[in-house]
């Protein structure tokens, strides 16, 4: 068993497979298979280890579900796949100057744009029989996260990137995964009602999964946002930093879940990390489209952040009708004379 595994990933990838899982033990099981009907376990069965890429799995999610369905809490799912940017690396076309743009972008629009567009995706999977997908970091280990397991690990060796993981519940099967350009985000909102957020989409599919892992493994950068936020697509920095991300927040304003001047919409996960005078400032009033931070030149840091958004909310709640005017006269001031950018 030890040499067919070696032959067929890799030492290194051997020696990263059976530290989390040994291969020598009846508990764990090795296979390689892109159907999870032949993966076939027993009651002292708690580590599964599949040697084939998960690209060329055709129902990823159906495939990831009937694990967790095969084993118990706290048992062990070790797996693989190859990202798009290896993918590319490999690729003797890369070396090719226009040639390449050409080709990757067509490849990008029929191996990563048609399985997620209805009808499309039909097209897809006829030709492709699900083989191959372009696969994202945040995607992959976003769909584990939304199929009810934890990460341990995940490595990058010889192009893919292997991922140890556990079930730690039942799959979140009532949440559903945004593929699109435009797409809605569950924020709080005045009084704690959860509202739906529009923004282009800047972020890999399922990376909203990804939430906690990444704040709890990598905590927040400078910015206030996920340090080493591998989620992010290349063009969503750009869109992110001149705002463009958020322009659809003006579907918002016109349903009135949010207003042209206040603190920023957040997720529940930042809301429970921010202190409690500032959640029970924040629930008395709407977020808004433009940040305090923006309208007082600060730093796009947490901390400044933070203390940008309590100065306002006390000055509103004591200046109700002014506070806004001003904010937002400062604000468009800030960003057309002190070159203001997003954090």
């Known amino acids: 068993m030890r040499a067919e595994i ?43 280890v599949n040697l084939s890429k998960t ?29 798009f940017s290896a993918r590319k690396e490999r690729k003797k076309i890369n070396k090719i100057p226009i040639l390449r743009s050409i080709y990757f972008f067509m490849e990008f629009i029929f191996l990563r744009v048609f399985p997620k567009v209805y009808g499309l995706k039909k097209i897809y999977f006829f030709i ?7 696969l994202s970091k945040g995607e992959v280990l976003g769909r584990l996260v939304s199929c009810g397991f934890e990460i341990c690990e995940h490595v990058s060796i010889n192009g893919l990137i292997y991922f140890v993981v556990k079930k730690n519940g039942e799959p979140r099967e009532y949440v559903k995964a945004s ?3 435009l797409y809605k985000m569950p924020r709080i909102g005045k009084n704690g009602k959860i509202i739906g957020v529009f923004k282009f989409r800047t972020m890999h599919p399922y990376a ?24 992010l697509t290349p063009w969503g920095s750009i869109m992110r930093k001149y705002w463009i991300d958020e322009l659809p927040q003006l579907l918002n304003l016109f349903k009135g879940d949010l207003k042209l001047v206040g603190v920023r919409p957040i997720s529940q996960r930042y809301f429970n990390d921010i202190p409690k005078e500032l959640q029970d400032l924040r629930l008395n009033h ?38 806004d005017l001003k904010y937002f006269v400062l604000a468009i001031s800030n960003i057309l004379f002190k070159n203001k950018r997003s954090a």
């Open 6 to 48: 070696i032959d067929k990933v890799g030492i290194e990838a051997f020696n990263f497979i059976d530290k989390h899982a040994n291969i020598h033990r009846n508990e764990t099981l090795v296979v390689s298979t892109t159907n999870s009907f032949n993966i076939q376990t027993k009651a002292d069965i708690h580590s599964i």
């Open 55 to 83: 690209n060329n799995i055709r129902y990823i999610n159906k495939f990831f579900l009937d694990i967790n369905k095969k084993i118990n809490n706290n048992d062990t799912y070790i797996g693989c796949a190859e990202l």
């Open 128 to 134: 492709t029989r699900g083989r191959n997908r372009l």
């Open 179 to 181: 593929y699109g350009f």
């Open 208 to 231: 909203e999964f990804l939430q906690d892992y990444m704040i709890n493994t990598y905590g927040y950068a400078q910015t206030g946002k996920p340090a080493n936020d591998f989620r």
């Open 286 to 323: 709407k977020p808004g489209c433009i940040p305090p931070y923006v309208a007082l030149n600060r730093s796009g840091n947490v901390e400044s952040v933070l203390e940008a958004e309590k100065e306002y909310l006390i000055e509103k709640t004591k200046n109700p009708y002014f506070t």
